[in-house]
């Protein structure tokens, strides 16, 4: 499962860590804006690099939902600045920073059009995601058992197929086992861009929502070969970072 893990783990290569910015072979990225660090709602678009340069909005821009509490920076392929909070497992925060894009976690009945080169999980009785800190070796990771959950732990941990909500999950990769001395136990878990509940009328607990048909758009349209990320950040931080970090 690990190569379905994450599309992108090639982009943590050409990323410089000394230097928060942009990895220069990314061309692709969904470009979230929030109003605030407490904001739970997230203006949404996906821009791409073109032959000259410049970047284009292609889709967007998309109303979004995000952790009930607002951001905190994450863990991803950025640098966060000292003394700032940082995501924890339960907060409430949606993370915030620069992030790889990865696979698909999938129950719903109608395919989803995606690049062949996305790997796509069908979930099932077996599968769980491990948000408990207190398994180090297995938190943030998804886990095939060889048999459908039963016990209480497994079953804490089962992956939601009757949630409709979660039908479509993509992830986002905070803190997860792609990028270099992750994942940190306790530090957020289970983080997916997933379908809104009430038509954006509710957050979160942490991950970025929007309505089914703009998160089929986006994921039809996303290309490995321009390693796409998620940019994450509240106006403030995407205005003072937008030039030292070669944002779009």
């Excluded at 600045?81 to 790889?100: C, Q």
């Excluded at 109608?110 to 979930?123: A, F, L, Q, S």
């Excluded at 379908?195 to 758009?217: K, Q, Y």
């Excluded at 994921?219 to 970072?241: G, K, T, V």
């Amino acid at each position: 499962m690990k190569a379905a893990f994450s599309i992108l783990t090639a982009a943590v290569l050409s990323f410089c860590a000394a230097f928060a910015q942009l990895p220069t072979d990314c061309s692709q990225a969904v470009l979230g804006i929030a109003d605030g660090w407490n904001s739970s709602t997230v203006s949404l678009s996906l821009v791409e690099k073109q032959p000259d340069g410049r970047w284009a909005r292609v889709l967007g821009p998309i109303p979004g939902r995000l952790g009930r509490t607002g951001l905190a920076w994450g863990l991803g392929v950025h640098s966060n600045p000292r003394g700032v909070t940082i995501k924890r497992e339960g907060d409430g925060r949606s993370p915030a920073g620069v992030f790889l894009i990865g696979g698909l976690w999938t129950t719903n009945k109608t395919p989803i059009k995606h690049h062949r080169r996305i790997p796509e999980v069908r979930v099932g009785p077996c599968d769980l995601w491990v948000s408990d800190p207190s398994q180090p070796r297995l938190y943030n990771r998804h886990i095939r058992l060889n048999h459908p959950a039963a016990t209480p732990g497994e079953l804490k941990e089962q992956m939601r197929q009757t949630d409709y909500a979660h039908s479509i999950k993509l992830l986002i990769c905070h803190n997860t086992w792609e990028t270099p001395g992750r994942p940190i136990a306790g530090a957020g878990s289970s983080i997916f861009f997933h379908i809104w509940r009430r038509d954006g009328a509710a957050p979160t607990a942490g991950c970025t929502a929007i309505a089914e048909a703009n998160l089929r758009a986006i994921i039809a349209r996303l290309d490995p070969a321009r390693h796409p990320m998620y940019i994450l950040l509240p106006r403030a931080e995407y205005s003072r970072l937008r030039a030292s970090w070669h944002l779009p």
